[in-house]
């Protein structure tokens, strides 16, 4: 494979597979290399990564040889954890790939998003090839050939993004002739077939086996079937101003890709850039995310619990090991730091890690 700058060769030194680049809002990313300096002495076999996301940490708990279970509730998530956790051997063949990027005499190809996101988020020939090129992808058979593909079309899709988000419609910060002090228009510009082909490479490159039985759940986390060694926690985060992070507001168009053939039925038609409807969600309401954290500790009290959170968050740091000590006869807690989140103006935000015995 051609490297490309965008493709994080190094994140991982000296394990097997190369987890894809991401620009996902709170991806762990960046730290998982001190999650892991924090965690490896602890005994563990099997785990589960409860709020998995971009699947990062599952990944590095994979390269580890552990038994690794990725959970996320948005189903766009769940296919990222089905193509890079699950999956152990399949990959994207290079005539799938240039099959996914033709128009097919065949097929039927549907006009929903050209006709329900004209000058949004993409331009009216992006548009038609999002509808193509899902099109083509459900056609794929092999669940893991699916998730490569979806996950390769869900990166194109935020990397043409302005902020790689789907908050606004804001299609005009592309296309405007102006001096720019964030963003970059080439990466904007570059065709959605060249950033298919590049993601999809990186999908294949992250595709190995750990010799254990991994798999990819779609549930709340309070949900998920089994018992774990070690629980992994990275809730969606609430600011000390009680605004909480709503993903599927974020990432929405990407969940509605999951639900081609009837996204329409969850669109809210009051909102600018035609969100999803909202859904109400303990892990973003102040007001309820403190028994949310103690029905999640309680449920899997039996395991070693580990939480990722930031030190200006609610609930704060010492709120959280009081609730954590209710099920914990010991907790140790980490600083990573000040570590600035994309889109954050929060300076004194520290990345913390609870890690409760």
């Given amino acids: 494979m051609k490297k490309t700058a965008s493709t994080q060769q190094a994140l991982f030194p000296n394990h097997a597979g190369t987890f894809p680049s991401t620009r996902y809002q709170g991806s762990k990313a960046k730290i998982v290399d001190w999650i892991w300096s924090e965690i490896s002495s ?13 699947g990062a940490i599952a990944y590095r708990l994979k390269q580890a040889g552990k038994r690794v279970t990725y959970n996320d509730l948005l189903r766009f998530n769940y296919y ?16 799938e790939i240039d ?12 006009r929903f998003i050209q006709d329900t996101f004209k000058d949004i988020y993409f331009t009216d020939e992006e548009n038609q090839w999002l509808d193509q090129t899902i099109t083509n992808i459900r056609h794929l058979e092999n669940p893991y050939k699916f998730a490569l593909a979806f996950f390769a079309l869900c990166q194109a899709c935020i990397i043409k993004r302005p902020y790689n988000l789907f908050h606004r419609k804001n299609l005009y910060i592309r296309l405007a ?3 720019r002090s964030f963003g970059n228009k080439t990466t904007w510009d570059k065709p959605f077939e060249e950033w298919f082909r590049i993601f999809a490479d990186e999908a294949n490159n992250a595709v190995f086996e750990n010799g254990q039985k991994n798999r990819a759940l779609n549930c709340d986390a309070l949900d998920a079937p089994g018992e774990y060694d070690l629980v992994y926690i990275d809730t969606p985060y609430i600011s000390k101003s009680g605004v909480g992070v709503d993903y599927l507001d974020f990432y929405h168009f990407l969940e509605g890709l999951t639900v081609y053939e009837r996204w329409n039925e ?6 600018k850039h035609l969100r999803f409807k909202p859904v109400p969600n303990d892990w973003s309401d102040p007001k309820k995310i403190f028994s949310a954290f103690d029905r999640l500790f309680e449920r899997y009290r ?3 619990l580990v939480i990722s959170y930031r030190s200006d968050g609610i609930p704060g740091e010492q709120q959280l090991i009081t609730l954590l000590k209710k099920y914990k006869s010991e907790v140790l ?17 520290k990345e913390i890690l609870l890690i409760g015995k």
């Avoid at 990222?80 to 005539?95: Q, V």
């Avoid at 807690?333 to 935000?349: I, P, Q």
Wanted: with cysteine; charged share 25%.
């Fill in 42 to 54: 602890l005994k563990f076999k099997t785990c589960l990564d409860a709020f998995g996301g971009t």
């Fill in 80 to 95: 990222f954890g089905l193509a890079l956790i699950e999956n152990s051997e399949t990959r994207l063949s290079p005539k």
């Fill in 99 to 110: 099959w996914l990027l033709r128009k097919h005499a065949g097929l039927t190809y549907p």
């Fill in 177 to 179: 002739e102006v001096d």
């Fill in 266 to 271: 969850h669109i809210d038609r009051k909102s």
């Fill in 302 to 304: 039996q395991s070693l």
């Fill in 333 to 349: 807690v980490r600083h990573f730091g000040k570590y600035k989140y994309v889109l954050s103006t929060n300076r004194d935000s």
